[in-house]
Protein backbone atom coordinates (compact mmCIF):
# COMPACT_ATOMS: atom_id res chain seq x y z
CA UNK A 1 0.00 0.00 0.00
CA UNK A 2 1.21 3.54 -0.85
CA UNK A 3 0.88 6.75 1.23
CA UNK A 4 0.45 8.94 -1.62
CA UNK A 5 -2.20 9.35 -3.41
CA UNK A 6 -1.55 12.28 -5.79
CA UNK A 7 -0.90 9.83 -8.91
CA UNK A 8 -4.54 8.63 -8.31
CA UNK A 9 -5.96 11.57 -8.33
CA UNK A 10 -5.49 12.46 -11.93
CA UNK A 11 -7.50 10.02 -13.85
CA UNK A 12 -10.71 11.66 -16.11
CA UNK A 13 -13.15 9.32 -18.20
CA UNK A 14 -15.10 10.45 -21.50
CA UNK A 15 -18.35 10.25 -20.51
CA UNK A 16 -21.11 9.00 -23.30
CA UNK A 17 -24.89 9.81 -23.32
CA UNK A 18 -25.60 6.24 -21.75
CA UNK A 19 -23.07 7.24 -18.94
CA UNK A 20 -25.22 10.70 -18.30
CA UNK A 21 -28.35 8.82 -18.59
CA UNK A 22 -27.05 6.15 -15.93
CA UNK A 23 -25.90 9.18 -14.08
CA UNK A 24 -28.78 10.85 -13.67
CA UNK A 25 -30.54 7.48 -12.77
CA UNK A 26 -28.10 6.52 -10.14
CA UNK A 27 -28.46 10.11 -8.40
CA UNK A 28 -31.51 11.23 -9.37
CA UNK A 29 -32.88 11.47 -5.65
CA UNK A 30 -30.11 13.44 -4.78
CA UNK A 31 -30.54 15.88 -7.91
CA UNK A 32 -33.73 16.90 -7.04
CA UNK A 33 -32.77 17.92 -3.48
CA UNK A 34 -33.17 21.87 -2.96
CA UNK A 35 -29.32 22.27 -1.87
CA UNK A 36 -28.01 19.42 -4.27
CA UNK A 37 -28.89 19.98 -8.09
CA UNK A 38 -27.04 18.69 -10.64
CA UNK A 39 -24.24 21.20 -9.96
CA UNK A 40 -24.22 19.76 -6.13
CA UNK A 41 -24.14 16.11 -7.48
CA UNK A 42 -21.14 16.49 -10.04
CA UNK A 43 -19.32 18.29 -6.93
CA UNK A 44 -19.90 15.04 -4.95
CA UNK A 45 -18.58 12.92 -7.87
CA UNK A 46 -15.71 14.67 -8.31
CA UNK A 47 -14.24 15.14 -4.62
CA UNK A 48 -12.27 13.17 -3.34
CA UNK A 49 -12.36 12.00 0.51
CA UNK A 50 -9.74 10.43 2.95
CA UNK A 51 -11.24 7.96 5.14
CA UNK A 52 -9.23 6.30 8.12
CA UNK A 53 -10.69 3.37 9.70
CA UNK A 54 -12.69 0.26 8.51
CA UNK A 55 -14.70 -0.29 12.14
CA UNK A 56 -18.07 -0.20 12.79
CA UNK A 57 -17.63 3.89 12.68
CA UNK A 58 -16.21 3.95 9.49
CA UNK A 59 -18.64 1.26 7.32
CA UNK A 60 -21.59 3.38 7.46
CA UNK A 61 -19.85 6.54 6.62
CA UNK A 62 -17.87 4.81 3.99
CA UNK A 63 -21.16 3.29 2.34
CA UNK A 64 -22.98 6.75 2.67
CA UNK A 65 -20.42 8.80 1.14
CA UNK A 66 -20.44 5.72 -1.76
CA UNK A 67 -24.02 5.91 -2.27
CA UNK A 68 -24.35 9.82 -2.37
CA UNK A 69 -21.70 9.83 -4.93
CA UNK A 70 -18.64 10.88 -4.04
CA UNK A 71 -15.87 10.12 -6.36
CA UNK A 72 -13.30 8.67 -4.68
CA UNK A 73 -12.82 7.46 -1.03
CA UNK A 74 -9.16 6.95 0.02
CA UNK A 75 -9.78 4.43 2.68
CA UNK A 76 -6.52 4.24 5.34
CA UNK A 77 -6.08 1.66 8.08
CA UNK A 78 -3.10 -0.49 8.98
CA UNK A 79 -5.40 -3.40 7.98
CA UNK A 80 -9.00 -4.10 6.55
CA UNK A 81 -9.16 -1.62 4.41
CA UNK A 82 -9.21 -3.50 1.01
CA UNK A 83 -12.34 -5.14 2.59
CA UNK A 84 -14.24 -1.47 2.80
CA UNK A 85 -12.95 -1.07 -0.39
CA UNK A 86 -14.52 -3.47 -2.01
CA UNK A 87 -17.85 -3.48 -0.06
CA UNK A 88 -17.70 0.50 -0.96
CA UNK A 89 -17.56 -0.34 -4.85
CA UNK A 90 -20.67 -3.43 -4.60
CA UNK A 91 -22.63 -0.69 -3.38
CA UNK A 92 -21.47 2.02 -5.88
CA UNK A 93 -18.82 1.10 -8.60
CA UNK A 94 -18.73 4.40 -9.97
CA UNK A 95 -16.82 5.33 -7.23
CA UNK A 96 -13.26 4.55 -7.11
CA UNK A 97 -11.64 3.15 -4.01
CA UNK A 98 -8.05 3.23 -3.03
CA UNK A 99 -6.27 1.46 -0.10
CA UNK A 100 -3.75 3.34 1.75
CA UNK A 101 -1.82 2.91 4.79
CA UNK A 102 -2.04 5.29 7.03
CA UNK A 103 0.87 8.32 7.47
CA UNK A 104 3.65 7.79 9.75
CA UNK A 105 4.97 11.53 9.92
CA UNK A 106 3.61 15.20 9.46
CA UNK A 107 5.12 15.49 5.85
CA UNK A 108 2.95 12.75 4.74
CA UNK A 109 -0.01 13.20 6.77
CA UNK A 110 -0.19 17.26 5.10
CA UNK A 111 0.70 15.77 1.73
CA UNK A 112 -2.75 13.55 2.64
CA UNK A 113 -4.61 16.68 3.36
CA UNK A 114 -3.58 18.64 0.69
CA UNK A 115 -4.33 16.23 -1.89
CA UNK A 116 -8.12 16.10 -0.81
CA UNK A 117 -11.20 17.73 -0.25
CA UNK A 118 -12.01 16.11 3.03
CA UNK A 119 -10.16 14.11 5.67
CA UNK A 120 -12.52 12.21 8.14
CA UNK A 121 -10.95 10.05 10.93
CA UNK A 122 -13.20 7.17 12.22
CA UNK A 123 -11.80 5.88 15.08
CA UNK A 124 -8.32 5.34 15.82
CA UNK A 125 -5.63 6.00 17.67
CA UNK A 126 -5.11 9.32 19.89
CA UNK A 127 -1.44 9.98 18.24
CA UNK A 128 -3.34 9.85 14.82
CA UNK A 129 -5.96 12.09 15.62
CA UNK A 130 -3.27 14.07 17.27
CA UNK A 131 -0.88 14.20 13.85
CA UNK A 132 -4.01 14.43 11.61
CA UNK A 133 -5.19 17.40 13.46
CA UNK A 134 -1.11 19.13 13.59
CA UNK A 135 -1.69 18.58 9.49
CA UNK A 136 -5.14 20.05 9.78
CA UNK A 137 -4.43 23.11 11.53
CA UNK A 138 -0.85 23.05 9.40
CA UNK A 139 -1.87 23.32 6.17
CA UNK A 140 -5.62 24.92 7.10
CA UNK A 141 -7.37 21.74 5.87
CA UNK A 142 -10.74 20.49 7.02
CA UNK A 143 -11.18 17.34 8.95
CA UNK A 144 -13.81 15.72 11.07
CA UNK A 145 -13.17 13.31 13.84
CA UNK A 146 -15.21 10.51 15.22
CA UNK A 147 -14.01 8.69 18.19
CA UNK A 148 -15.07 6.56 21.39
CA UNK A 149 -13.80 7.42 25.21
CA UNK A 150 -15.21 5.07 28.08
CA UNK A 151 -18.36 7.36 28.57
CA UNK A 152 -18.79 8.66 25.47
CA UNK A 153 -18.67 8.91 21.67
CA UNK A 154 -17.51 12.03 20.16
CA UNK A 155 -18.05 14.19 16.92
CA UNK A 156 -15.74 17.11 16.13
CA UNK A 157 -14.16 19.20 13.26
CA UNK A 158 -11.90 21.68 12.81
CA UNK A 159 -12.59 23.98 9.40
CA UNK A 160 -10.49 24.62 7.03
CA UNK A 161 -10.76 28.51 7.01
CA UNK A 162 -10.86 28.48 11.26
CA UNK A 163 -11.14 32.15 12.09
CA UNK A 164 -8.10 33.31 14.15
CA UNK A 165 -8.75 31.98 17.73
CA UNK A 166 -11.12 29.17 16.46
CA UNK A 167 -9.97 25.68 18.43
CA UNK A 168 -8.33 22.89 16.98
CA UNK A 169 -9.38 18.87 17.56
CA UNK A 170 -7.15 19.00 19.97
CA UNK A 171 -8.80 21.74 22.38
CA UNK A 172 -12.06 19.89 21.30
CA UNK A 173 -10.41 16.42 22.61
CA UNK A 174 -9.56 18.26 25.82
CA UNK A 175 -12.56 20.12 26.53
CA UNK A 176 -14.77 16.93 25.67
CA UNK A 177 -12.47 14.84 28.66
CA UNK A 178 -13.10 17.13 30.99
CA UNK A 179 -16.74 17.72 30.49
CA UNK A 180 -17.16 13.72 31.06
CA UNK A 181 -14.57 13.54 33.95
CA UNK A 182 -16.91 12.00 36.89
CA UNK A 183 -19.18 10.07 34.51
CA UNK A 184 -19.21 6.57 35.21
CA UNK A 185 -18.34 4.56 32.14
CA UNK A 186 -21.04 3.42 29.43
CA UNK A 187 -21.95 -0.04 28.95
CA UNK A 188 -19.31 -1.78 26.18
CA UNK A 189 -22.46 -3.01 24.29
CA UNK A 190 -23.83 0.26 23.88
CA UNK A 191 -21.11 2.27 23.04
CA UNK A 192 -20.53 -0.69 20.36
CA UNK A 193 -23.87 -0.64 18.66
CA UNK A 194 -23.73 3.57 18.80
CA UNK A 195 -20.37 3.77 16.95
CA UNK A 196 -22.80 3.22 13.48
CA UNK A 197 -25.03 6.49 14.86
CA UNK A 198 -21.69 8.66 14.87
CA UNK A 199 -20.16 6.87 11.46
CA UNK A 200 -23.48 8.05 9.81
CA UNK A 201 -23.33 11.54 11.45
CA UNK A 202 -20.18 12.14 10.03
CA UNK A 203 -21.26 11.11 6.36
CA UNK A 204 -24.19 14.16 6.55
CA UNK A 205 -21.37 16.36 8.08
CA UNK A 206 -19.12 15.28 5.24
CA UNK A 207 -21.12 15.73 2.34
CA UNK A 208 -22.87 19.17 4.13
CA UNK A 209 -19.33 20.37 4.38
CA UNK A 210 -18.47 19.33 0.26
CA UNK A 211 -21.39 20.68 -1.00
CA UNK A 212 -20.61 24.04 0.51
CA UNK A 213 -22.99 23.88 3.29
CA UNK A 214 -21.55 24.89 7.10
CA UNK A 215 -21.32 21.87 9.57
CA UNK A 216 -22.42 22.38 12.90
CA UNK A 217 -19.61 20.05 14.12
CA UNK A 218 -16.75 22.68 12.95
CA UNK A 219 -14.84 23.89 16.56
CA UNK A 220 -17.62 21.95 18.42
CA UNK A 221 -18.18 18.77 19.91
CA UNK A 222 -21.20 16.00 19.83
CA UNK A 223 -21.08 14.33 22.71
CA UNK A 224 -23.49 10.97 21.98
CA UNK A 225 -24.28 9.22 25.70
CA UNK A 226 -25.85 6.03 24.83
CA UNK A 227 -27.02 5.56 28.42
CA UNK A 228 -29.38 7.72 28.10
CA UNK A 229 -29.43 7.73 23.97
CA UNK A 230 -29.18 11.50 24.13
CA UNK A 231 -26.59 13.60 22.27
CA UNK A 232 -24.95 16.70 23.92
CA UNK A 233 -23.31 19.69 21.87
CA UNK A 234 -20.29 21.20 23.68
CA UNK A 235 -18.90 24.28 22.80
CA UNK A 236 -15.19 24.49 22.82
CA UNK A 237 -12.65 26.96 23.63
CA UNK A 238 -9.50 27.37 22.14
CA UNK A 239 -7.03 25.99 25.36
CA UNK A 240 -4.08 29.30 25.64
CA UNK A 241 -1.65 26.31 26.11
CA UNK A 242 -2.55 24.23 23.01
CA UNK A 243 0.72 22.55 21.52
CA UNK A 244 -1.29 23.22 18.46
CA UNK A 245 -2.94 26.23 17.73
CA UNK A 246 -2.17 28.20 20.59
CA UNK A 247 0.44 30.36 18.01
CA UNK A 248 -3.00 31.16 16.08
CA UNK A 249 -4.19 33.79 17.87
CA UNK B 1 -34.11 36.17 -23.67
CA UNK B 2 -32.70 32.52 -25.06
CA UNK B 3 -35.66 30.24 -25.55
CA UNK B 4 -35.42 26.68 -24.90
CA UNK B 5 -37.74 23.15 -25.57
CA UNK B 6 -38.05 19.83 -23.99
CA UNK B 7 -40.26 16.67 -23.61
CA UNK B 8 -40.55 14.44 -20.96
CA UNK B 9 -43.62 13.14 -21.83
CA UNK B 10 -41.72 9.56 -21.89
CA UNK B 11 -39.96 9.90 -18.73
CA UNK B 12 -41.89 8.78 -15.12
CA UNK B 13 -41.01 10.36 -11.70
CA UNK B 14 -38.46 11.42 -10.48
CA UNK B 15 -36.43 11.24 -13.88
CA UNK B 16 -39.16 14.10 -15.15
CA UNK B 17 -37.97 16.29 -12.72
CA UNK B 18 -34.46 15.47 -12.54
CA UNK B 19 -34.11 16.79 -16.36
CA UNK B 20 -35.92 20.09 -15.89
CA UNK B 21 -33.85 20.84 -13.04
CA UNK B 22 -30.01 19.76 -15.01
CA UNK B 23 -31.73 21.75 -17.78
CA UNK B 24 -32.91 24.98 -15.53
CA UNK B 25 -29.11 24.94 -14.09
CA UNK B 26 -27.77 25.17 -17.47
CA UNK B 27 -29.92 28.53 -18.19
CA UNK B 28 -29.08 32.46 -17.65
CA UNK B 29 -31.57 34.57 -15.75
CA UNK B 30 -34.58 35.83 -18.11
CA UNK B 31 -34.41 32.66 -20.07
CA UNK B 32 -37.84 30.74 -20.92
CA UNK B 33 -38.02 27.09 -20.94
CA UNK B 34 -41.17 25.70 -22.58
CA UNK B 35 -41.99 22.33 -20.89
CA UNK B 36 -44.03 19.44 -22.66
CA UNK B 37 -45.20 16.65 -20.07
CA UNK B 38 -48.06 14.45 -19.79
CA UNK B 39 -51.10 15.12 -17.25
CA UNK B 40 -51.68 13.06 -13.90
CA UNK B 41 -48.20 13.25 -12.33
CA UNK B 42 -46.00 15.38 -14.26
CA UNK B 43 -49.16 18.25 -14.53
CA UNK B 44 -49.54 17.88 -10.85
CA UNK B 45 -45.92 18.05 -9.70
CA UNK B 46 -43.82 19.99 -12.24
CA UNK B 47 -44.88 23.65 -11.75
CA UNK B 48 -44.85 23.83 -8.11
CA UNK B 49 -41.56 22.27 -8.27
CA UNK B 50 -40.25 24.45 -10.40
CA UNK B 51 -41.49 27.31 -8.40
CA UNK B 52 -39.77 25.88 -5.70
CA UNK B 53 -36.66 26.33 -7.62
CA UNK B 54 -37.43 29.98 -7.95
CA UNK B 55 -38.80 29.91 -11.79
CA UNK B 56 -42.09 31.69 -12.55
CA UNK B 57 -44.44 29.38 -14.38
CA UNK B 58 -45.84 31.68 -17.16
CA UNK B 59 -48.56 29.75 -18.79
CA UNK B 60 -49.92 26.10 -18.60
CA UNK B 61 -51.83 24.56 -21.56
CA UNK B 62 -53.13 21.64 -23.00
CA UNK B 63 -51.97 20.71 -26.11
CA UNK B 64 -53.70 17.30 -27.88
CA UNK B 65 -52.59 14.19 -25.47
CA UNK B 66 -50.15 16.86 -23.56
CA UNK B 67 -49.69 19.76 -21.51
CA UNK B 68 -46.99 22.65 -21.93
CA UNK B 69 -45.56 24.78 -19.67
CA UNK B 70 -43.92 27.78 -20.07
CA UNK B 71 -41.10 28.58 -17.15
CA UNK B 72 -39.53 32.27 -17.09
CA UNK B 73 -36.77 32.79 -14.77
Given at each position: MSHCPTELLAETKEST??????????????????????????????????????????????????GAGV????VLASSGSDWLCAMVRDLNPQVTTVALAPPASLEEATALLLAVQMTVLA???????????????TVKRPLLAGWQQPEALLAAG???????????????????????????????????VARGAIGSLLAMET???????????????????????SYQSLAVQKISSCPVCASDR | MTESFLDITHEVCPMTFVLVKLRLETLSPGSRLTIRLNGGEPLANIPRSVQEEGWRVESVMEEGPHYTLVVVR
Amino acid sequence: MSHCPTELLAETKESTEADEREWMERYSRQIILPGVGGRGQRTLNQATVALFGCGPMAIPLALYLAGAGVGRLLVLASSGSDWLCAMVRDLNPQVTTVALAPPASLEEATALLLAVQMTVLAEGKTSLRELLNQAAFTVKRPLLAGWQQPEALLAAGAAADSASGAACLHCVAQSAQQHLQGRAAADPLLLHVARGAIGSLLAMETLRSLLGHSSALWHNCLLLLPEQSSYQSLAVQKISSCPVCASDR
Amino acid sequence: MTESFLDITHEVCPMTFVLVKLRLETLSPGSRLTIRLNGGEPLANIPRSVQEEGWRVESVMEEGPHYTLVVVR
